[in-house]
């Protein structure tokens, strides 16, 4: 069976470490910290859900998520807050907003249910 894949962009140092473990169990993850990098992984292909830290250097969170949604309509986009779900209206939404600290249990049933509408 192949694992979906999971793109996470964290510049939190903590979230870029734990996030990973756990997840990785179910889905195969791979971890960027800057949203350049971010962008052209993304346009390879083959993501089935961009999970994104707020907060991003370089162009942040708001401008990758329009970006991702302008290049794959398909992705499922999850974000990480500490301050709510701050993204204006006028660009595209996440699917999810997750408060920060989360629980993993939380964390890893909000990604199944993210994927399974994906399939």
Sequence with gaps: MNKQTILI?????LIAWS??????AEF????LS???AALERVAQGGFSL????????????????GEVRAMDGEIK???LSGYGCPLD?????????????FKK?????????LLSEHS
């Design 9 to 13: 962009v964290a510049k939190d140092e």
């Design 19 to 24: 996030l990973p473990k756990m997840l990785e």
């Design 28 to 31: 195969q993850v791979e971890i």
């Design 34 to 36: 800057e949203k350049p």
């Design 50 to 65: 961009l999970i994104v830290d707020v907060g991003l250097r370089n162009g942040g969170t708001r401008d990758l998520i």
């Design 77 to 79: 986009i999850m974000v």
């Design 89 to 101: 209206e006028d660009i595209s939404q996440p699917d999810l907003c997750i408060d920060k600290p």
């Design 105 to 113: 249990e939380t964390v890893l049933q909000e990604v199944k249910n």
